[in-house]
DNA sequence: TATTAATCGGACAAAATTGTCCGAAATAAA
DNA sequence: TTTATTTCGGACAATTTTGTCCGATTAATA
């Protein structure tokens, strides 16, 4: 579905979240272990993320990630999916089709826009925030 | 979403459904014509569906690949999906954890079980002959 | 000011996926 | 029986994705 290094965007962003709204920033090493996931690799996927202005980053001793109490529930996880594995999820086609549409659809078109239309309507109306508080609370996990 | 031997794959299968139905069995290099597809390896993917039992398989001379009536019905989606993408698209955890389930799940864990499910109900309701049929009456297409 | 700890970014390496080639086996037909 | 045409299957090649390394840059602090 998505791709590893999305799959570790949206892991170390919710994580990021978590640690946030405790008011510590945190560096990429902490996340990796956190994550379980490969530290470098994590790291040219968090600066794709600041790049696009999702989170936030800081040089220097003291420095790491971070994200604003706000950007948490304005940051959706359609927007972090769309700047790491753009936006072929939401329109390519399934069956792999370089043009179709409603036009000229492929067998399997009507069917999959279902499909798409819900996850795109869950990645779009789910925020940082929501998921950070079921980690809070000990509901859900991030790693294993 | 589905690997490319996946949509080559499902592809394939509905041209040689559309082409049974009509009792005329066909080759790897019709097929591809048809579908658009890189020939050696639209080739290794009908191997593949073959040793599964999806598609029957001639050798020699007026050989080909063909589907009996009976077969096309029988025949869904899920299944040429599970043959060559395995089943990590209908058990594997969204954000790529090893171990996610009701128990200790990652926090998009219940919002990726509705997506799957109905991914899941769609892929296993949908019948090649069905997927034919659009094609046959010039609804839909299967390449560009 | 020097040291230290952090991200940034480019080059490189490994692994997986996608794609190609070709000889072997099968079989229909001349 | 020979030839021609097809799938089968293994080896190989190219591309993409995943993962690593390291020097440059930034900035806090001793």
Redesign the interface.
């Known amino acids: 579905?998505?791709s590893?290094a999305c799959?570790?965007g949206?892991?170390a962003a919710?994580y990021i979240t978590l640690q946030s709204l405790e008011g510590r920033r945190v560096s990429v090493n902490e996340i990796a272990e956190e994550i379980d996931s490969p530290i470098a690799f994590t790291a040219k996927t968090l600066q794709l993320l600041t790049r696009n202005d999702i989170i936030k980053s800081v040089k220097g001793p003291t420095g790491g990630f971070e994200i604003d109490r706000e950007e948490m529930n304005n940051v959706k996880?359609n927007m972090i999916v769309k700047a790491i594995d753009g936006d072929k999820?939401f329109k390519?086609c399934?069956?792999?089709?370089?043009?179709c549409n409603a036009n000229?659809?492929?067998?399997?078109?009507d069917?999959f826009v279902?499909?798409r239309t819900?996850?795109s309507k869950?990645l779009g109306s789910?925020s940082l925030y929501e998921?950070?508080m079921?980690?809070e609370v000990g509901?859900?996990?991030?790693?294993?």
């Open positions: 579905m998505f590893k799959e570790y949206i892991r919710v996880l999820i390519g399934g069956l792999g089709l370089k043009e000229k659809p492929c067998p399997l078109h069917k279902d499909i819900n996850l869950m789910t998921l950070a079921g980690l509901l859900t996990f991030l790693k294993r």
